[in-house]
């Protein structure tokens, strides 16, 4: 039986949330102590996204196994002139389970939420990769933006995944 992918519903909230720390850990992007703080934040935040709508979610399951998520934020943004659209779509939490790696999930949830961004009438999605995604998102026609990122707070520890990107 084949992986399906459906919407996910505020009743998928801890599995969203199990998702983001598993792939910030097996990104070794933060520690332990930097997860156990985002992730009531990132919970509370999730719940009011996934009840007003600002957030759309996908999850990939196999025999009612969840193999995996991603989701789609409604992002408020300056118009440009790339588009004057003051929303656009930002893809985040795109996690696969380790065993069901390779099999073209990631990929099929991506496009679920590409379609969900097209079918909304957005004519740009914006996402960050790791490193071992880049080849996935590439692929798939996303492209490397010139962003930056300064860092205010004395106590951050800049994650390994921030070297070697340019």
């Known amino acids: 039986m084949a992986a399906t992918i459906r919407p996910s519903t505020l009743a998928d909230l801890e599995t969203h ?3 983001r720390v598993a792939m910030f850990r097996d990104m070794a992007y933060g ?3 930097g997860l156990a703080r985002m ?9 009011s996204w996934l ?3 600002e957030v759309r979610g996908w999850i990939a399951e196999e025999a009612d196994t969840v193999l995996g998520g991603a989701m789609l934020e409604l992002k408020e943004a300056l118009p440009s002139p790339l588009t004057p659209q003051r929303v ?9 389970a380790k065993e069901a790696r390779g099999q073209g999930l990631a990929r099929a949830l991506t496009e679920a939420a590409l379609d969900g961004a097209r079918s909304l009438g957005l004519e740009m999605v914006e996402l960050h990769a790791s490193k071992d995604a880049e080849a996935l998102y590439r692929g798939m026609g996303f492209e490397p933006t010139p962003e930056f990122r300064l860092i205010l707070s004395q106590d951050f520890k800049k994650p390994g995944q921030w070297t070697d990107r340019r």
């Open 51 to 53: 009840t007003t709508g």
């Open 31 to 33: 520690d332990e102590v």
């Open 88 to 96: 656009r779509g930002y893809l985040f939490n795109v996690y696969v």
């Open 17 to 19: 949330v199990g998702h």
């Open 39 to 47: 992730e009531p934040e990132f919970r509370a935040l999730l719940r």
